[in-house]
């Protein structure tokens, strides 16, 4: 149990378009999820908390107008990240939550060109 | 600020041999320490908790409050053990955010 998807797993855009990035916990709800970023070689970095009914809060630094979380389900969390650029490349991850023990999705990688 | 450091970015060690891989943290408040482990194109995934206090793949690691340290220990390292670990404290306070570490990749050679 406590299966977290993500879709796509892969994506290549061009630079000012937006890409939407879905996360679903398929066997469970999950008022909250989590979006972080991986660069290359590096840890994860938590972006924002996604929660159910609410607006997401964001951690500091990162751009809310460019990162727009939605999660208007108990399965489902969607990332869009708006007007992409190349810096905006890297690989996402997203996270639910069941209990107090985070369940994470296997990654999108995104490529803007 | 929070911070959990984990100092080696790869270990390296033979099958059989023990394994330490240290994690340190910085947090005012009461942590909760995790290990993630990630194998080879797999997503990350839950290795143990400090409150479970259980071993888990032989795995064991004991929060030390006074050396602020959660060190992953394993007395006889396997080959299927190779995989990147992840170091992560949870802040107190019901927000539930993990804090990860740099991470630390186990090679274990046969």
């Known amino acids: 149990g406590a299966v977290v998807s993500q879709h796509p797993s892969w994506v290549i855009c061009k630079s000012g378009t937006s890409v939407k990035i879905e996360c679903r916990s398929l066997?469970?709800?999950?008022?909250?999820m989590f979006w972080y970023r991986q660069f290359p070689k590096q840890s994860l970095m938590l972006m924002a908390t996604?929660?159910?009914?609410?607006?997401?809060?964001?951690e500091q630094g990162v751009e809310k107008d460019k990162f727009l979380i939605n999660h208007a389900s108990l399965t489902l969390s969607t990332l869009t990240v708006t007007s992409a650029h190349p810096e905006d490349s890297s690989f996402y991850i997203c996270?639910?939550?069941?209990?107090?023990?985070?369940?994470f999705g296997p990654g999108t990688r995104l490529t803007v060109l | 600020a929070q911070r959990v450091t984990q100092p080696e970015k790869l270990l390296s060690v033979f099958k059989g041999a023990p394994v330490e891989l240290k994690c340190n943290y910085s947090?005012?408040?009461?942590?909760?320490l995790f290990w993630y482990v990630q194998y080879s194109r797999q997503r990350l995934q839950l290795l143990l908790r400090?409150?479970s206090r259980e071993s888990i793949k032989g795995f064991t690691a004991d929060l030390n409050k006074g050396e602020t340290s959660f060190h992953l220990k394993k007395p006889f390292a396997q080959e299927e053990d190779s995989a990147m670990y992840y170091c992560?404290?949870?802040?107190?306070?019901?927000?539930?955010?993990?804090?990860f570490g740099a991470g630390t990749r186990l090679a274990v050679h046969p």
């Open positions: 066997d469970f709800q999950a008022t909250t």
């Open positions: 947090y005012s408040g009461s942590p909760e």
């Open positions: 400090h409150i």
């Open positions: 996604s929660n159910e009914g609410s607006k997401a809060t964001y």
């Open positions: 996270s639910a939550l069941r209990g107090d023990t985070q369940y």
């Open positions: 992560a404290l949870s802040l107190s306070g019901g927000y539930n955010k993990l804090i």
